[in-house]
Nanobody, 121 residues
Framework: QVQLVESGGGLVQAGGSLRLSCAASGRTASTYNMGWFRQAPGKEREFVAAIRWSADDPDYTDSVKGRFTISRDNAKNTVYLQMNNLKPEDTGVYYC??????????????WGQGTQVTVSS
């Protein structure tokens, strides 16, 4: 079992920055690949970024490349999502996820409760 708790969401103006954190607990949390997904109102949950347990080969959806950075600190069992140059279309609930495999589909094994990110224009 892996438990995930997100934090760091909030309200920011377009062009601003936020850093999301996801604290993982569980005996094997540091061996899981970690990902971030988001869900805008009225839309399906979509993949944002993922990072492997070894912290190499990060993966991003095209719309956030060059603006978002995913990283992890296995000593702290925490994964981060640094979001810069935020746009109104980045608004949504951001979810942290963990799984043995990296996939852009939302069939990951473990999920956090989500944190709201709102970007005003």
């Amino acid at each position: 079992q892996v438990q995930l708790v997100e934090s760091g969401g909030g309200l920011v103006q377009a062009g601003g920055s936020l850093r999301l954190s996801c604290a993982a607990s569980g005996r094997t949390a540091s061996t899981y690949n970690m990902g971030w997904f988001r869900q805008a109102p009225g839309k399906e949950r979509e993949f944002v970024a993922a990072i492997r347990w070894s912290a190499d080969d990060p993966d991003y959806t095209d719309s956030v490349k060059g603006r978002f950075t995913i990283s992890r600190d296995n000593a702290k069992n925490t994964v981060y999502l640094q979001m810069n140059n935020l746009k109104p279309e980045d608004t949504g609930v951001y979810y942290c996820a963990a799984d043995p495999l990296v996939s852009h589909s939302d069939n990951w094994d473990y999920w956090g409760q989500g944190t709201q990110v709102t970007v005003s224009s």
